[in-house]
Nanobody
Framework: QVQLVESGGGLVQAGGSLRLSCVASGRTFSRSAMGWFRQAPGKEREFVAAISWSGGLTRYADSVKGRFTIAGDNAKNTVYLQMNSLKPEDTAVYYC???????????WGQGTQVTVSS
């Protein structure tokens, strides 16, 4: 099994910043990539960003490009999501995910709430 524990969510004003963290443990061969998704009230879960441990390949949703940065510390089994210039529409529960590739992330954390006030 794989376990993911997120932290760093909270309430911030529009234009502010937050950094989310996610620590992974468990089966290492099944978590070659890590990423973040989010789900706003009444909406479907959507992809935010992902990173591959091999080569550091990253990809982002268009809605967060230039504002969010994903980074990882393989030695600590930790992935971060630095979120800058936050907007009210970024309000959501943010979920950490891991899996074999950046396009197939099949293990999920419990989520952390991010609220951006206008």
């Amino acid at each position: 099994q794989v376990q993911l524990v997120e932290s760093g969510g909270g309430l911030v004003q529009a234009g502010g910043s937050l950094r989310l963290s996610c620590v992974a443990s468990g089966r290492t061969f099944s978590r070659s990539a890590m990423g973040w998704f989010r789900q706003a009230p009444g909406k479907e879960r959507e992809f935010v960003a992902a990173i591959s441990w091999s080569g550091g390949l990253t990809r982002y949703a268009d809605s967060v490009k230039g504002r969010f940065t994903i980074a990882g510390d393989n030695a600590k089994n930790t992935v971060y999501l630095q979120m800058n210039s936050l907007k009210p529409e970024d309000t959501a529960v943010y979920y950490c995910a891991t899996g074999p590739t950046t396009t197939f992330l099949n293990y999920w954390g419990q989520g952390t709430q991010v609220t951006v006030s206008s």
